[in-house]
């Protein structure tokens, strides 16, 4: 999944010298939380509510300031190609919330954590009747296709797979299927030797599994 695939390509822009006020009532008229600022057709800046709502704090100052005085200038930027995990890591490690998306030096749309968390639950088959199972996967090479195979027998389709280490470095899979009813996966999991740690029933809390 890339940066265009999620991507806002309708941006609100302001430039340097658009009065705060104006950012301010924008932002709030448009319910977003950033503007790209351009200065002739060129990315100069991201100005967010919060950079505006601290300005509008001194209300004796507010009045007389421009975006220019509270944008931030060092604005990073991505290509629509991006990998959407690769813009995901860029927002996480310099601390930021959106990302306008340049092409060839023109601005093309944004990319903000909402649109990566949007994915994030739509990759995980989250908001529709399912179930959710922690599984312990182990080290071997073979046993997440055991697993998947396992849950196919039993005739529950898979809606999505996400594998990572656990605290303790061990593989575990979060596995969604679309069932509310999971006990038969369960047990085909269990039957080849695999340990379901949790479960969760849609719109149901998480639950143990001894």
Known sequence: MLVRDIMQSQVVTVTPQT?????????????????????ADEVVGIVS?????????QPERFNDWVVDDVMSGAVITVDPSTAVEDAARLM???RISALPVTEAGKLVGIVTETDVMRLFVRALGAGVPSSRLDVVVGASPTALADIVGAIQATGAPISSIVTLPNRERVSEAVIRIATIDPRAAIAAIIARGYRVKTIQRHDQSFEPVV
Not at 49 to 57: E, G, M, N
């Open 49 to 57: 509510d919060r950079d505006v709502k601290q300005v509008a704090a």
């Open 92 to 94: 996480l490690k310099e």
């Open 19 to 39: 009065a705060a006020r104006d950012a301010l009532r924008l932002l709030r008229s448009r319910g977003i939380r950033h503007l790209v600022v351009l200065n």
